[in-house]
């Protein structure tokens, strides 16, 4: 069975930064494309940085975080990362890690861990 479980979200300060962690089991995680999406109240679900299974792993990122947040990948610990720095209010958002591998349909989601940014 495949899981995905985030953790690290928590209410902070603007300006201020924040990790999160994405866990996977279930899949070789080495061979799977992986991202970071958010979802604020009211809006619909958005990429926020993506991570390639492909040997040196290109990365891309949304607009809005580029030069502030950082995805990375430990493979040999399963595990995806978001670095998050120079947080902003519309940073909040409840953010998930997903999985994808580009021979299979399945696209394996987290729960979501809850990112507040306020004063």
């Known amino acids: 069975q495949v899981q995905l479980v985030e953790s690290g979200g928590d209410l902070v300060q603007p300006g201020e930064s924040l990790r999160l962690s994405c866990a996977a089991s279930g899949i070789i995680f080495s061979t799977y494309d992986v991202g970071w999406y958010r979802q604020a109240p009211g809006k619909q679900r958005e990429l926020v940085a993506h991570?390639?299974?492909?040997?040196?792993?290109?990365?891309n990122y949304a607009d809005p975080v580029k030069g502030r947040f950082t995805i990375s990948r430990d493979n040999a610990k399963n595990t995806v990362y978001l670095q998050m720095t120079s947080l902003k209010p519309e940073d909040t958002a409840v953010y998930y890690c997903?999985?994808?591998?580009?021979?299979?349909?399945?696209?394996?989601w987290g729960q979501g861990t809850q990112v507040t940014v306020s004063s």
């Open positions: 997903n999985a994808g591998h580009w021979s299979r349909p399945e696209i394996y």
């Open positions: 991570s390639s299974s492909s040997s040196g792993g290109r990365t």
